[in-house]
């Protein structure tokens, strides 16, 4: 059965929003993939077609973030027969995902588009911490989508630590599903494909070798292989679809799955962090001296609320070391961002390399015809 704008998302809110700026001729679609040159989009019936963006949509937009990105509904162009499709407009996005650029600009790139629900997997072991899991919800809450919370290889866990793990995360985010599995054996993996409806997007974040690979396998079903090349950014490796960021599932669903979403945790920047301690720093506003360490000095409003067991331990002792995990966090996104720059040198001296060649072999083989004339 050929699949249909539904089964890829569509819903009320896309129809409308298309027909009032659709002319003639224009057809919806999903953007599937981005590269340099071009977008791909599926069509209603499964058509994928390659298409690009109209000078006006370029022009208009103020910000890379009103470019087209994956996941987004788009408006297209056909033309007459023989002419490039293009996008002539970017449907209102339903929830957006998006980081801060690392480095010096401060330009807000968009990672994914109309996610419905992000699956956070971590284990109720030695992954689990309730501090990451925040700044995940967050994350979640600030794009829009759902969250749901895996708690992965309970085949390797007692009760009590699955117990702790789940209590805790009640405590964080009464409103988030969070479901037991073990991606492994099976286990609550009903559970988990009862949200997975067809026309539900969602995307897979978590630590590396917590099981998300493992879990998109058990989504994607045995038709799918995981190639043992290792991307290069992620050092992952990827799904035989790598070019491919949005993949319908066989059982209904749509996985958005790219590098951007695959790193979600590193976009955490210095205000999320702070951000997530927001009632914390309002507390210390309480606090009797302005300057309180929060430690032994009299009456500090934060230690009295651990007193009265209005907040936790734990994260008391997150909230002290928050400037230290900030300065952490600097440093690794510099060094990722000094890897990212290093390699792009090397890209463009390849890029430079190869075109002197291509040049020195022109030159070899028209002796006649001189360069700059
Ligand atoms: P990813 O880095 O998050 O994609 O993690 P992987 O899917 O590659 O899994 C990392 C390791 O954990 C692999 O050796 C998996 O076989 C193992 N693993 C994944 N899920 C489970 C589980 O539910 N139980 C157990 N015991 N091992 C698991
Ligand atoms: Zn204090």
Redesign the pocket.
């Known amino acids: 059965m050929p699949l249909t704008l539904s089964d890829i998302g569509w819903n009320d809110h896309f129809e409308q929003a298309f027909r009032a700026i659709a002319k003639e001729g224009w057809l919806p679609g999903r953007l599937i993939r981005e590269t340099k040159i071009n977008f791909s989009v599926l069509l209603d019936g499964g058509e994928e077609l390659d298409a690009v963006v109209s000078g006006k949509l370029w022009h208009d937009a103020a910000t890379d973030a009103e470019l087209p990105a994956v996941g987004d509904w788009v408006a297209i162009d056909p033309g007459k027969p023989g002419d490039e499709p293009v996008i002539r407009a970017i449907l209102p996005r339903l929830t957006q995902f998006s980081r801060k650029e690392p480095g010096k600009s401060s330009a807000e790139q968009v990672i994914g588009t109309n996610v419905d629900i992000v699956i956070v ?1 971590t ?1 109720p072991g030695p992954d689990f911490n309730p501090r990451r899991m925040e700044r995940y919800l967050t994350l979640i809450r600030k794009s829009g989508a759902s969250p749901v919370i895996l708690l ?5 866990y007692d009760k009590s630590d699955l117990d702790n793990a789940i209590s805790c995360l009640r405590e964080l985010s009464p409103e988030a599903t969070v479901i037991p ?5 099976g ?1 609550g993996i009903k559970e988990l494909l009862k949200l997975v409806k067809p026309g539900v997007t969602l995307t897979v974040v ?12 058990s989504l994607l079903g045995e038709e799918w292989l995981w190639t043992g090349d290792v991307n290069k950014t992620t050092g ?2 990827r799904h035989t679809t790598v070019a491919r960021e949005l993949v319908i599932l066989p059982k209904g669903g749509i996985l958005i799955d790219n590098p951007g979403m695959r790193e979600i945790q590193m976009w955490t920047d210095e205000h999320t962090l702070r951000e997530s301690f927001a009632d914390l720093t309002e507390l210390a506003g309480l606090c009797k001296f302005a300057d309180c360490s929060h430690g032994n000095d009299a009456g500090c409003a934060i230690r009295d609320a651990v007193h009265r067991g209005e907040l936790s331990e734990e994260r008391y002792l997150h909230f002290l070391n928050l400037e230290e995990e900030i300065r952490k966090l600097i440093q690794r996104q510099k060094k990722r961002q000094m890897n990212i720059e290093r390699a792009q040198k090397r890209e463009k001296k390849v890029q430079a390399r190869n075109y002197e060649d291509r040049l020195d072999l022109e030159r070899r083989q028209n002796p006649n015809r001189r360069s700059g004339h």
Do not use: H
């Open positions: 997997v284990d992965n290889k309970i085949d390797c599995v073990s991606a492994l054996t286990k978590g630590s590396s070798g917590v099981g998300k690979s493992t879990l998109v396998n992952k490796g």
